[in-house]
Nanobody, 123 residues
Framework: QVQLMQSGGGSVQAGGSLTLSCKTSPYRYRCVGWFRQVPGKDREGVAVTTRDGGKRYADSVKGRFIVSQDNIKATLSLQMNSLKPEDTATYYC???????????????????WGQGTQVTVSS
């Protein structure tokens, strides 16, 4: 069974930084990503890896968030810098075949998800 375990998150003041981590077991899907959701709103794609090995970021986080992968450790990380109050959300990592990963709308339809972790940014 695919397992994704998240760590990190917490509370930080605006302008601060946080790093989220997601460990996959087993590591089997090429495309992974980060998504977030606020109560009352649709899930939003934050960043995903692509079939050709690249990375795509939502416009709202571009230039502030950085996705990195450690394939040996099977770990996906999201470094979040210059955090804003509007970044407050529950963040989820996800993994699946690349055709099911997307930044549009609700962020595609990946099948395997982490448990989620809360990020709160205060003004």
């Amino acid at each position: 069974q695919v397992q994704l375990m998240q760590s990190g998150g917490g509370s930080v003041q605006a302008g601060g930084s946080l790093t989220l981590s997601c460990k996959t077991s087993p590591y089997r899907y090429r495309c992974v990503g980060w998504f977030r959701q606020v109560p009352g709103k649709d899930r939003e794609g934050v960043a995903v890896t692509t079939r050709d090995g690249g990375k795509r970021y939502a416009d709202s986080v571009k230039g502030r968030f950085i996705v990195s992968q450690d394939n040996i450790k099977a770990t996906l990380s999201l470094q979040m810098n210059s955090l804003k109050p509007e970044d407050t959300a529950t963040y989820y990592c996800a993994a699946d075949i690349c055709d099911r990963m997307d930044l549009t709308g609700s962020g595609g339809d990946p099948r395997y998800w982490g448990q989620g972790t809360q990020v709160t940014v205060s003004s």
